[in-house]
């Protein structure tokens, strides 16, 4: 059997239960080295296959995977944060379909989630925003014309973009052009939950000057919106006024 498992963002403590127990039970371990922690593999048997999936095809993950579960063994292809985002685990699912090898997928913590956490705030706040937009600017990899990023800006939802720091003044300048203002908060959070991570905060005004003085060009989530400074609107479900479910309002 295979396993997709999400190795969650980068601090090893968050990949879940699941996953842990897999990968102590793993006879192969395929892992995507640029993005995820080492010290996952320590906790791995001793005659585990460890290979790095960074210098590997497609079709050589998906060699050794096969034929690893073939001769009866267990599977691990370990990706970074959640598998489910920006993982390519859909063509692998469905190559390992097509030679009717059997997976599991096994969610984890992404790195947007673990962004937020680290800048310590909610992506849905009540009065500012109830969408997450998850997103990147196209690079090499295309993405379609009605995901661009100055259309999705344009909808003033809360974003986490994706796999283009390196391009920072673009991304800016197509979500300024999508708020019509530069005065839009911007956190952008390097390695979030590695012990080298940074955080570093401004707006549409400033926040490429001081990305690349702080030398950032990679593994950053670029979180964009209103619900990083501003005012919000208390929540009703807390509110001692609100009837629901499981208690009793107040007149
Ligand atoms: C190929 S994508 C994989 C995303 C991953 N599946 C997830 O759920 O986070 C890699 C991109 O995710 C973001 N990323 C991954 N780990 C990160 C982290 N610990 N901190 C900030 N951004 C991260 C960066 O934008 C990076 O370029």
Known sequence: MIHFVGAGPG???LIT??????LEQADIVI????????AH???????CERYDSAGMTLEEVMEVAIRGDREGKSVVRLHTGDPTIYGAIR?????LKQ??????????????????????????????SQTVIITRLEGRTPVPELESLEKLASHRASMAIFLSVGDIERVVEKLAEGYGSRDVPVAVVYKATWSEQKI???????IAQKVRDAKIDRFAQILVGYFIEGE?????????????????GTE
């Open 99 to 128: 030679n009717r090898v059997e997976y599991t997928v096994v969610p984890g913590v992404s790195s947007f989630t673990a962004s937020c956490a680290a800048i310590k705030r909610e992506f849905t706040v009540p009065d500012v």
């Open 17 to 22: 239960l699941k996953g842990r127990s897999l």
């Open 232 to 248: 919000y609107g208390r929540s009703l479900l807390y509110h001692p006024e609100f009837t629901h479910g499981y208690r009793q």
């Open 200 to 206: 570093i905060s401004g707006t549409l005004e400033d």
């Open 91 to 95: 063509e692998q699912m469905d190559f």
């Open 41 to 47: 593999l320590d906790y791995c048997k001793q005659s």
């Open 11 to 13: 601090d090893p403590e």
């Open 31 to 38: 892992y995507a080295g640029s993005l995820v922690s080492k």
